[in-house]
Antibody, heavy 119, light 106 residues
Framework: EVQLVESGGGLVQPGGSLRLSCAAS????????MTWVRQAPGKGLEWVAK????????YYVDSVKGRFTISRDNTKNSLYLQMNSLRVDDTAVYYC????????????WGLGTLVTVSP | SYELTQPPSVSVSPGQTATITCFGD??????ACWYQQKPGQSPVEVIY???KRPSGIPERFSGSTSGNTATLSISGTQPMDEADYYC?????????FGGGTKLTVL
């Protein structure tokens, strides 16, 4: 059974940093692209970043470029999102997601972790 | 940047066909997918690559894309289909979601 379990969310002040982690199990992690998607309270889904199988290729939404870094450790079956210079509008539930193999979509989602950026 | 536009809400009577649209420039040249999200839950993929249905998704869910519009259809809509639906496509290595459509079954 595919499982994606996020951790690392919490309350942080504007300008602060957080590192989200996602523990993956139930599939061959090193063969899948992985993605972070976020959802602000009461709002829609927003794609944040994705990373290829070996971590050598990563892509970001413009609003987080230069502040967020997606990475992975295939030896630990883990995905990460380092978030720096956090802003109030980064407040959201952050979902770890597995890319549908061979397609530009998500076939499995984690339950999400809440990041709150507030003074 | 690329944008996808969905109607904020759609209403349908039980047993009827619900149609949710997603508009984007030259969307027919890309691939669209659709997600269902119920309150307090993570999204679920219901259509990928325009018209493919993942295993476990009921046959009443179908997708199509033509021109600038992708369409999600739910035939014989059931009360359990009431949810938010999001389209998603990709453009130049970046992904974009539509704003979401709240489907009400009444």
């Amino acid at each position: 059974e595919v499982q994606l379990v996020e951790s690392g969310g919490g309350l942080v002040q504007p300008g602060g940093s957080l590192r989200l982690s996602c523990a993956a199990s139930g599939f061959t992690f090193r063969t899948y692209w992985m993605t972070w998607v976020r959802q602000a309270p009461g709002k829609g889904l927003e794609w944040v970043a994705k990373i290829n199988e070996d971590g050598g290729g990563n892509y970001y939404v413009d609003s987080v470029k230069g502040r967020f870094t997606i990475s992975r450790d295939n030896t630990k079956n883990s995905l990460y999102l380092q978030m720096n210079s956090l802003r109030v509008d980064d407040t959201a539930v952050y979902y770890c997601a597995r890319n549908h193999y061979g397609y530009n979509s998500v076939d499995y989602w984690g339950l999400g972790t809440l990041v709150t950026v507030s003074p | 940047s690329y944008e996808l536009t969905q109607p904020p809400s759609v209403s349908v009577s039980p047993g009827q066909t619900a149609t949710i649209t997603c508009f984007g420039d030259k969307l027919g040249d890309k691939y669209a997918c659709w997600y269902q999200q119920k309150p307090g839950q993570s999204p679920v993929e219901v259509i990928y690559q325009d018209d493919k249905r993942p295993s476990g998704i009921p046959e009443r869910f179908s997708g199509s894309t033509s021109g600038n519009t992708a369409t999600l259809s739910i035939s014989g809509t059931q009360p359990m289909d009431e949810a938010d639906y999001y389209c998603q496509a990709w453009d130049s290595h970046t992904w974009v979601f539509g704003g979401g459509t709240k489907l009400t079954v009444l």
